[in-house]
């Protein structure tokens, strides 16, 4: 709970804590280790972030409003950041589009809770005020150029219009007097997201809002039924081509719109943002023997081919450090950025990203990328 | 009570047949993955709770002493700081650099990149105790704990006028613990024996001269000068907390793995070691102290020593919960489970120095010494 004494603690004497002097009289920890024992968000360089608003605007969702420490340093609307969370002792981290407009010195995150979705179901179940989250900066160059483009189609499908909605607020901050059209997919009209604030926006005039449902038919507040398509884009935005239009939603929506761009011979008027998982999920019981090991640093690619991750690399020329071989002494270890391995000792199977693995004793199971 | 047994025939390894000494083995694999499966959010809240009550005695201990010219504070300091540093040697830096807090994907408890406040570099450790300690636990010519390069601890190394300094040496060690560990990893008695060249010293030298000028820097000059007319009782209880953490760390070490009735191996039990074999090895070679619970984390639980190296990777709270069915299984294969309190086994660890100092004064077996 943010109180005028941390509050105020949020901003410390940075240049003193990242002095040398400091440093010296905290080694081995230095001044973070210590920093944590006054407030969870203070630390010199780290940028970490507490939950002050936690709420419900759909059954699914979750909508989080966060107030940083002072190492943020902000965002562009468009732009996502890293957010790591700890679910049952395991760091977990994925990324999110603040939905906020960028002069504000908060993030607001919406999160729709995916079935599968550890970090999305976690913030959705288990957020609270005062939780502490991990953040990255901003991060992604989804952004509205300046001067500001005179006409705007932003197009968004599902938990997809949080960047989008940043755009939006951002525009509104900033007066903005071009022509915007903002057009949102959602399911059924209870997925609508920031049903009230588009709806006062609308009012006023200073947008034109619609909504899309595709799986409810002859709700009244429907501006269009079913997924997008040509007779949508005629309907809302006869002009797009002379727009700049940004989408970001399920990669079916994203993949529409590049084709009716493409189409029309403007790609490069269009801009995506995809959050989408880019590896495909491997079922646990899957052939280990299929599938490349990449070792990132080195450049080398190696069929997985049933070997262990250390002999693959050993096997292509590199020389890891390791040790026991057996998987107790940790020599080995390094970070996995992405895949699914199979430790061989204890038969579990991992497809977290960014984790470290014993090479000695975890095998590829289809595609994986090692740092090494 | 001596016996020799015959390390080199599998069929009678510790008096067990071979299929016994596999499932052995297997009932240990069952254990390990039943508490790897359990790893969460307990194991994350208990050395969270560890880390902040090293941090927080810390900052008391260095507080104190600023009032060190009142003796009771100074006391209260040096008991603090002492505290502060065994909790983080033993319970946090031993446990965190085995990789047994890796799972949380946590960079300030990472197996990787923790570094501790002690002498010795946290990289050079990780070789010379998590690979070269534990893999080759008590084998006699691999294992560089047993004497740590000064000490004769097993009648396997063949005695010399020299080693009539035994105790003498034991004390040092003792009381220059953290030195004696750094020198240990640079392992430059194997350079004065003519095993390695002192070329390949340089650069762990220099990681080592670095970090001990660190740690010195801040006990022996920082604090000190801070605490301007105190600093020379600064300087001694910043020298006291020193030596309590290294008496302690020697007195637990030692009585893991030199009391009376622990085995020593040759280099020939490695040869085609299976995992039974391995695991068996490991409760031969180790020793567990009884006590409370205070004792046991201040032991950094290797008051479970058995347990410990049957398990190095295993958060090392977990021990006591998993010891009455190791040492059931030792029981029932009919395998020594070797524990006693404190008194006990640092008094035969003590008799050992002593009795190793002086040649074997009647010729007996040449075999490593055991006692059931």
């Not at chain 2, 490695?270 to 074999?277: D, I, K, M, V």
């Not at chain 2, 003590?350 to 074997?360: E, S, T």
Request: glycine share 8%.
């Amino acid at each position: 709970m943010p109180s005028p004494s941390t509050t105020s603690l949020r901003r410390p004497p940075r240049r003193l804590l990242r002095s040398r002097l400091a440093r010296a009289l905290t080694t081995p920890h230095g001044v973070d280790g210590f920093l944590g024992l006054v407030d969870p968000l203070l630390a010199t360089d780290d940028v970490r972030a507490r939950v002050t608003r936690v709420r419900h605007q759909s059954a699914d969702t979750v909508t989080l409003t966060l107030t940083p420490n002072a190492n943020w340093t902000g965002f562009r609307s468009g732009q996502f950041v890293n957010v790591t969370v700890e679910v049952d002792g395991r760091r977990h981290t994925r990324c999110f589009s603040p939905a906020g407009p960028e002069q504000s010195g908060e993030l607001e995150l919406t999160v729709k809770a995916k079935p599968d979705g550890i970090v999305s179901r976690h913030l959705h179940d288990s957020a609270r005020v005062g939780t502490v989250v991990t953040l990255s900066q901003a991060l992604g160059d989804f952004t509205l150029p300046r001067p500001r483009p005179r006409r705007l189609l932003l197009v968004c499908g599902g938990s997809g219009i949080t960047p989008l909605m940043s755009m939006l607020r951002t525009l509104e901050a900033e007066r903005y007097d071009g022509a915007v059209t903002f057009l949102q997919y959602a399911c059924t009209s209870a997925d609508v997201l920031y049903r009230d604030e588009l709806t006062s926006l609308a009012a006023r005039g200073a947008f034109d809002v619609r909504t899309a449902l595709t799986r409810e038919t002859d709700a009244p507040e429907a501006d269009l039924e079913g997924f997008f398509c040509r007779d949508h884009l005629n309907a809302v935005a006869p002009d797009h081509a002379d727009a700049e239009t940004y989408v970001c939603g399920p990669t079916p929506l994203m993949d529409a719109l590049a084709a009716v761009w493409a189409e029309d011979g403007i790609g490069e008027r269009l801009h995506a943002e995809s959050f989408v998982p880019t590896r495909a999920l491997v079922a646990p019981d899957a052939d280990a023997s299929a599938g490349t090991v990449t070792f990132a640093a080195s450049g080398i690619a190696v069929d997985a081919g049933g070997a262990t991750l250390l002999e693959l690399a050993e096997g292509a020329g590199l020389e890891p450090a390791s040790g026991c071989r057996m998987g107790i002494c940790h020599t080995c270890t390094r970070d996995k950025t992405s895949g699914t391995v199979r430790n061989i000792v204890t038969g579990s199977v991992s497809d977290r990203e960014c984790e470290a693995v014993q090479l000695c004793v975890n095998q590829p199971v289809g595609d994986v990328v090692v740092d090494l | 009570m001596t016996a020799t047994v015959d390390k080199t025939s599998e069929a009678t390894h510790a008096g067990l047949s071979a299929a016994d000494v596999e499932a052995f083995g297997a009932e240990m694999d069952a254990i390990r993955d039943r508490v790897l499966a359990d790893l969460g959010s307990r194991d994350a809240d208990y050395i969270r709770r560890i880390v902040t009550l090293q941090r927080r005695l810390e900052v008391l201990g260095r507080s104190l002493l600023f009032a060190g010219f009142i003796p009771p504070a100074w006391l209260g300091g040096v008991a603090a700081l002492s505290l502060s540093k065994i909790l983080d040697n033993m319970e946090i830096g031993h446990n965190v650099m085995h990789g047994q807090y890796d799972w949380m994907g946590d960079p300030a408890l990472d197996s990787r990149t923790f570094e501790w406040d002690t002498t010795c570099p946290a990289e050079g450790w990780r070789h010379s105790h998590n690979y070269v300690h534990h893999t080759f636990t008590n084998v006699v010519g691999k294992d560089r704990d047993v004497g740590y390069g000064v000490l004769r601890m097993s009648e396997d190394q063949p005695w010399r006028p020299l080693w009539l300094g035994n105790p003498v040496y034991a004390l040092l060690l003792a009381t220059f613990f953290q030195w004696g560990v750094a020198l240990h990893d640079l392992e430059t008695d194997r350079v004065a024996a003519g095993e390695k060249s002192l070329s390949e010293l340089a650069e762990p030298g220099r990681v080592a001269a670095r970090k001990a000028g660190r740690q010195a820097l801040k006990d022996y000059v920082l604090f000190p000068l801070l605490t301007g007319p105190a600093a020379p009782l600064t300087l001694a209880g910043n020298g006291a907390a020193n030596l309590a953490r290294n008496l302690w760390a020697f007195t637990i070490i030692f009585c893991g793995h030199f009391p009376d009735g622990v085995e020593m191996f040759d280099e020939a039990t490695l040869e085609a070691e299976t995992r039974g074999q391995w695991y068996v090895r490991q409760v031969l070679g180790s020793a567990n102290i009884e006590g409370g619970r205070v004792f046991h984390v201040l032991s950094g639980n290797l008051s479970h020593q058995i347990e410990h190296h049957l398990f190095p990777d295993l958060p090392a709270h977990r021990y006591a919960e998993i010891a009455a069915e190791v040492r059931d299984a030792c029981r029932r294969y009919g395998l020594p489970y070797n524990t006693g309190r404190l008194g006990r086994q640092f008094g035969s660890v003590v008799r050992r120095i002593v009795r190793l100092a002086l040649p074997r004064r009647r010729a007996r077996h040449a075999g490593p010494e055991q006692t059931r």
